[in-house]
């Protein structure tokens, strides 16, 4: 017999005993209860039957030793994003942006959403993407790999411009006399070829603006390409209850989104983050500190001039580039996205 039922059975005789003799204090007594016990039984009993007497842990959960719950939804956001990071990493990562938490804290709320093992983390992230995309079978395959990308790859995998691009917005501070000022930023994943327009603004309207009526139609009118998928950090432009008016243009032109939370600069938006660094240092600081800027017209048109030279005649080296400038690659390779334009 087990203890459990050992001790319902003792708190059973002991409220017998106390009703065949008669004494409460007698049956005390003879069993070694105290009479606070036998009315703590007594109402137990009365309450709920035998189950009412089977005694209930008295150790309380070590609630101080478990993180918020915003960090618990940040470590399982960076599980679904990298899937193939460890919990080490994870655990790096949370706490360079505050957050601290060591690796076993990290495993033991994987264990506790059942993400402990980079299989089981790779099967949620399809399940997610299954319920957020309404994706090809081919497209959700892709989108997958991009997810599983390490922070130190210097480019995702593409097939044709327009394929995957990346879509940013860097903070250009306060420029005088045109106050706070926004570069929004968009580069083709294949061919690296840069466009971009500083705005006072970086909302969702403003990221949908620049998305319709400034690189849409350079793909359509100038290449007569298509843009398959847009890479975009999960920046409040981009993602979220306030995301509606660029969301709208994606779902107007059929364009799959893939959004990834921006932990410390990794890959997701890289591309974006080396343009933008390069036009900070190569066309901003030396224009700035020669130059006051007039007007927020005339300085989108000395950024004009510094992209093309970009694009026409900065040598880039990389997986598709290979040396050449963005608008060779294009050239170059246009029959691509033409080719897997007839073969769909």
């Not at 060591?102 to 059942?114: E, F, K, L, P, Q």
Request: charged share 20%; proline share 3%; glycine share 6%.
């Amino acid at each position: 017999m087990s203890a459990k039922k050992n001790e319902i059975r003792s708190k059973l005789a002991l409220l017998q005993l106390a009703t065949e003799l008669g004494s409460i204090s007698k049956a005390c007594g003879i069993m070694g209860y105290s009479r606070d016990s036998y009315y703590r039984f007594k109402k137990q009993y009365e309450t709920a039957g035998e189950r009412g007497l089977k005694n209930l842990s008295r150790r309380k959960p070590a609630l101080k030793n478990r993180v918020s719950q915003a960090v618990e939804d940040q470590v399982i956001e960076i599980a679904l994003d990298y899937p193939n990071y460890g919990q080490a990493k994870v655990a790096e990562l949370l706490t360079a942006r505050g957050c601290a938490i060591s690796a076993s804290g990290v495993r033991t709320i994987w264990v506790r959403h059942n993400l402990e093992t980079k299989k089981n983390r790779l099967l949620a992230l399809h399940s997610k993407l299954k319920q957020d995309n309404n994706l090809a079978p081919s497209d959700q395959v892709r989108i997958e790999k991009l997810y599983q990308l390490d922070s130190n790859d210097p480019i995702f995998e593409c097939l044709y411009p327009g394929d995957i691009c990346v879509q940013d917005t860097f903070d250009l501070g306060v420029i005088s006399p045109l106050g706070q000022l926004y570069q929004h930023t968009f580069v083709d994943g294949y061919s690296q070829f840069a466009i971009a327009v500083i705005m006072p603004e970086r909302d969702s309207a403003s990221a949908a603006e620049f998305l319709e009526q400034t690189v849409l139609p350079w793909y359509a009118t100038a290449q007569g390409l298509n843009i398959n998928t847009i890479l975009t950090d999960r920046g409040s432009e981009f993602f979220g209850k306030k995301s509606q008016q660029f969301s709208d243009v994606l779902s107007a032109h059929n364009i799959n989104h893939i959004q990834m939370r921006a932990y410390n600069g990794p890959v997701v938006n890289g591309l974006a983050a080396r343009f933008q660094d390069l036009a900070y240092h190569e066309f901003y600081e030396p224009f700035l500190k020669e130059n006051k800027a007039g007007s927020l017209l005339d300085l989108n048109q000395q950024l004009a001039n510094w992209l093309y030279d970009y694009n026409h005649s900065h040598a880039i080296s990389g997986r598709y580039t290979l040396g050449k400038t963005a608008a060779e690659v294009l050239k170059l390779t246009k029959h691509l996205s033409e080719a897997s334009s007839q073969c769909s």
